[in-house]
């Protein structure tokens, strides 16, 4: 077997819900499950996400499940495992951690969003925590973030952090954002786009942004020509995969590109990939982002923020779903 062979596009096209009834991470409404990352680690998988309350401001949470039923959840008795600081750049909300493995120090680290004050729009920015191996218990490192705003296509954001580890290098695609100008505010109040950066393993606070920021505005296609965002990537045999949401003008929904060096972008024929779901009773009708894929035993999974209600600004009632690729 050749192991540089690349996944096939086809092997992302088709996802099915297994979380249809109901969503693998819920809060009762006006407060969201939102923002979820899994990591597997044994036999477990590990899913950490936030919980939005209703003055929107955001906690981490912790939750697991076995392997062989991913959607069998258990809840972290310790949760809130994360609260905002006292008065750093995530004095108002933490939110959108996204765990990893570093081989270089034996130790898991995760990336996430943090805003700062009331006042809006607020700032979304990056930060950084170390665990040794108990998904419930994290530590702050510094008290600045690692990603900063900066640029013009990043006045307002430079978070909604995911990474994939090659070699000594850690790569990250982030969403920037920057005000909406007039013309287009009735659209989107604002203008994503997808970012990219690296540390090195033996340093991951020493984040260094693309000079070519920002690296992917879309496909060039009608289904993301408005925005794209919550870019989740991958790493493949020979590519780096990004499942990311992309915006019509009206509704988010999920497509995927591959790239070998991040300049590069290479659409999925088959985008968008996983879309609203179509019962109008359903919790996941109205737009859907932060698809992340994971792989179990050579099954990929996406887990997935699904959206029910007027939109992710206002609102809304938003919970975590879990789907799973169809066999090729």
């Not at 912790?62 to 995530?90: C, E, K, M, Y």
């Not at 991951?204 to 289904?223: I, R, T, Y």
Request: glycine share 10%.
């Amino acid at each position: 077997m050749n192991t540089d062979t690349p996944i096939p596009f086809a092997a992302f096209a088709h996802f099915e819900r297994l979380t249809a009834e109901k969503p693998l991470l819920y809060c009762e409404p006006p407060a969201w499950a939102a923002a979820s990352h899994a990591i597997v680690v044994d036999d477990t998988v590990h899913y950490l996400w936030a919980k939005k309350g209703g003055d929107g401001s955001w906690v981490h949470m912790h939750s697991s499940a076995p392997v062989a039923d991913p959607t069998a959840v258990t809840h972290d008795q310790r949760n809130p495992i994360l609260l905002p600081s006292a008065d750093g750049f995530d004095n108002h909300g933490v939110e959108y951690p996204f765990p990893f493995w570093n081989p270089a120090d034996q130790r898991y680290y995760a990336y996430y969003l943090g805003t700062q004050g009331k006042d809006k729009p607020r700032r979304k920015q990056t930060g950084l925590l170390v665990s040794d191996g108990d998904f419930g218990a994290w530590t702050r490192i510094g008290n600045a973030p690692v990603v900063a705003v900066g640029g013009i296509h990043e006045q307002h954001g430079s978070s909604h952090p995911s990474v994939a580890v090659s070699g000594d290098v850690i790569h990250m695609v982030y969403t920037g954002e920057s005000p909406a100008p007039p013309a287009r505010r009735d659209i989107l109040y604002n203008v994503p786009t997808i970012c990219h950066a690296t540390a090195p393993t033996s340093n991951p606070a020493q984040v260094a942004k693309n000079p070519a920021n920002p690296v992917f505005c879309g496909s060039g296609q009608a289904w993301d020509h408005y925005g794209v965002r919550e870019a989740e990537i991958f790493k493949g045999p020979s590519y780096f995969h990004l499942f990311y949401g992309g915006y019509d003008g009206k509704i988010w929904t999920i497509g995927h590109v591959r790239t070998r060096d991040f300049r590069t972008f290479e659409p999925n024929p088959h985008n968008p990939i996983f879309t609203p779901a179509t019962d109008a009773n359903a919790w996941d009708r109205d737009g859907l982002l932060t698809p992340q894929v994971f792989a179990i035993d050579g099954t990929y999974y996406m887990i997935y923020a699904g959206l029910r209600g007027s939109g992710w600004n206002r609102v809304s009632a938003v919970g975590t779903g879990l789907a799973v690729a169809k066999p090729l």
